[in-house]
């Protein structure tokens, strides 16, 4: 007997130690996949539908006159405030556009505005990345030639000098009219005068006109000192940085006899008699600086 019980006692120590040595359950829990960096950008972007992102590259402010625009291309031409070169600026529906300080459409845009642009090389493209316009300016200037003037309803007609379209604007009964220090009428407005103007935000499509300055009528003499920027002989055409004004006037030589600008070059000191003919400044007279035997008639 005493066997007997030692016997069922290694039998059930030996069942309980198979028992504790099963293997655990193996679980069917699924494993999670880990995600991929940059998936959710890649989702985002449609690289057929969208335009890419703009570089990271400079950005220049550039204010002007809006010249030409067109909506089809997304282009418009810009002139520069205080430079003769025009230039291309790109835009498309990454340009940000506002008007008076708030958010805004290019619906707004419109040719003949001033505006500033934040500009950038795109390539070799000049892209517009945000364009600023500003309506609410309490003056603007303008200068250009009178094509009529309508003294019943004071309307005046201008050909703009930077788009060359002609401009409506409102003249009122309070509207000064200057030629130099003098004081003029709206009667001194005569076709073909060149004029700069001062007016005030657009009323009803059309510039309500502060201050009218005659710079000149037809027939009248100026004469200009200053140094020769530019040449062309074949066009008999010099252009002359008047230094009274600080600004650069086209000058017509077609008057001048043959070999009258045989010791002018560009850079050289003159003073010039020109009368205005109603389109350009024709000189009647140049004499270099130099010396007074440089002197020609």
């Known amino acids: 007997m005493p066997r007997v019980g030692r016997f069922l006692t290694l039998l059930m120590l030996s069942s309980l130690f198979y028992a504790q040595s099963d293997p655990a359950p193996v679980t069917n829990t699924p494993e999670v996949p880990q995600s991929v960096p940059g998936a959710a950008n890649l989702r985002e972007h449609d690289p057929l539908l969208d335009l890419p992102p703009l570089p990271r590259a400079k950005i220049s402010l550039l204010g002007g006159t ?8 997304d282009h418009l031409t810009i002139q520069p405030f205080g430079a003769k070169q025009k230039m291309n600026v790109a835009f498309d529906v990454r340009t940000r556009f506002f008007r008076d300080g708030q958010p805004s459409t290019q619906r707004d845009v419109k040719v003949g505005q001033r505006v500033y642009l934040d500009t950038m090389l795109n390539g070799t493209t000049i892209f517009a990345k945000s364009i600023w316009i500003d309506s609410n300016t309490a003056a603007g200037s303008g200068r250009g030639q009178i094509l009529s003037y309508d ?98 006037y086209e000058i017509y030589l077609e008057s001048l006899p043959p070999g009258s600008l045989r010791d002018a070059r560009q850079g050289a000191e003159v003073t010039v008699s020109a009368v205005f003919d109603g389109k350009h400044y024709v000189a009647r007279s140049i004499e270099l600086a130099r010396t007074s035997s440089s002197s020609v008639q």
């Not at 809006?66 to 291309?73: A, E, K, P, Y």
């Open 66 to 73: 809006i010249t030409r625009l067109d909506r089809v291309q």
């Open 151 to 248: 003294p019943q309803h004071g309307v005046l007609t201008l050909r703009d000098e930077l788009s060359a379209q002609p401009i409506r604007f409102n003249l009122g009964p309070d509207t000064l009219v200057r030629q130099g220090s003098q004081t003029r009428s709206v009667a001194d407005l005569k076709p073909g005068a060149l004029i700069s103007l001062t007016f005030g935000p657009e009323q009803g499509g059309r510039g309500a006109v502060l201050e009218v300055s005659i710079l000149a009528q037809p027939g009248t003499q100026f004469s200009f000192f200053g140094r020769i920027t530019y040449m062309d002989l074949s066009r008999k055409l010099i252009a002359v940085a008047n230094e009274s004004d600080n600004t650069t």
